[in-house]
């Protein structure tokens, strides 16, 4: 269900590489630190990630709707002089 997740530095994961692979092959998720700060994820390749088992379990569903507001939706306000003549005035 919930796999068990494993920190490694990256001089660590450099020394030992096949020893976290194997971790990873074995189910265990490898995260790769850089001074403490996770930047990375090793993990099996046929595992299914955390986010498809919450799913799988009906903890958590997809949207009903995947249509995303966008910026470019509404009228776009129209300056009444250009942005250098305002920075001139504002530096006299």
């Given at each position: 269900?919930?796999?068990v997740s494993m920190?490694?530095?990256i001089a660590q994961l450099r020394a030992n590489l096949a020893q976290w692979i194997d971790a990873a092959r074995d189910g265990e998720d490898v995260v790769i630190t850089d001074r403490g700060t996770p930047v990375a994820r090793i993990m099996a390749v046929g595992a299914s990630s955390f986010i498809e088992d919450l799913m799988e379990q009906g903890v958590i569903s997809r949207p009903a709707?995947?249509?995303r507001p966008r910026a470019g939706e509404g009228k776009r306000p129209r300056p009444?002089?250009?942005v250098?003549?305002?920075v001139s005035e504002q530096r006299r």
């Open positions: 269900m919930y796999t920190d490694v530095a709707s995947s249509r009444r002089s250009a250098a003549d305002l």
